[in-house]
T-cell receptor
Framework: DQQVKQNSPSLSVQEGRISILNCDYTNSMFDYFLWYKKYPAEGPTFLISISSIKDKNEDGRFTVFLNKSAKHLSLHIVPSQPGDSAVYFCAALNRDDKIIFGKGTRLHILP | DAEITQSPRHKITETGRQVTLACHQT?????MFWYRQDLGHGLRLIHY???????NKGEVSDGYSVSRSNTEDLPLTLESAASSQTSVYFC??????????FGSGTRLTVV
């Protein structure tokens, strides 16, 4: 049973436009939600997180929105750049410091 | 600089062999984790440890074991390698709050 779901395996966005990656979760007990970025042949790297008591967190071009009533979060990247092409994992942290990952969304930034 | 390293980067082994993947971190983190990444499944937790002599099973622990004799190392052992264990393996460490640092991964092929 998937607790963290990324329903879009891939997404293509024009360079300079906004990229929106979506994620749904089922467990309302998660404390933090995180986004990780992964390039081929490298380990995932932490991108941005949001506490379950917040509804928005912004860091430069990256903003994460949390809608607790809908159990939904999204990552906005604006403007999208070629280096943003990667696999993005949505993840949720429980109180045991265990992270549960979604299956990932491959983002392609088109020139 | 602190880091987390995995070795080897690539490994080919035969079915039935015992294989050990190494993970070494110099962050002095108490929490360490092993994940496997497979197409269509994202990152799945195999085993984790919250400190020396502590080990716990994750969601896909069958056929794997870990030991934690010091803070820095969490080796992952495949007792009798199977083709289903062909995957990319990632080790991570954390001091809590989900701030995982991942290694670069080990690509394991079981033939």
């Amino acid at each position: 049973d998937q607790q963290v779901k990324q329903n879009s395996p891939s997404l293509s966005v024009q360079e300079g436009r906004i990229s929106i990656l979506n994620c749904d979760y089922t467990n309302s007990m998660f404390d933090y939600f995180l986004w990780y970025k992964k390039y081929p042949a490298e380990g995932p790297t932490f991108l941005i997180s949001i506490s379950s008591i917040k509804d928005k967190n912004e860091d430069g071009r990256f903003t994460v929105f949390l809608n607790k009533s809908a159990k939904h979060l999204s990552l906005h990247i604006v403007p999208s750049q070629p280096g943003d092409s990667a696999v993005y994992f949505c993840a949720a942290l429980n109180r045991d410091d265990k992270i549960i990952f979604g299956k990932g969304t491959r983002l392609h930034i088109l020139p | 600089d602190a880091e987390i390293t995995q070795s080897p980067r690539h490994k080919i082994t035969e079915t039935g062999r015992q294989v050990t993947l190494a993970c070494h971190q110099t962050w002095n983190h108490n929490n360490m984790f092993w994940y496997r990444q497979d197409l269509g499944h994202g990152l799945r937790l195999i085993h984790y440890s919250y400190g020396v002599h502590d080990t716990n099973k994750g969601e896909v622990s069958d056929g794997y074991s870990v030991s934690r004799s010091n803070t820095e190392d969490l080796p992952l052992t495949l007792e009798s390698a199977a083709s289903s264990q062909t995957s990319v393996y990632f080790c991570a460490s954390s001091e809590g709050q989900g701030g995982y640092t991942f290694g670069s991964g080990t690509r394991l092929t079981v033939v």
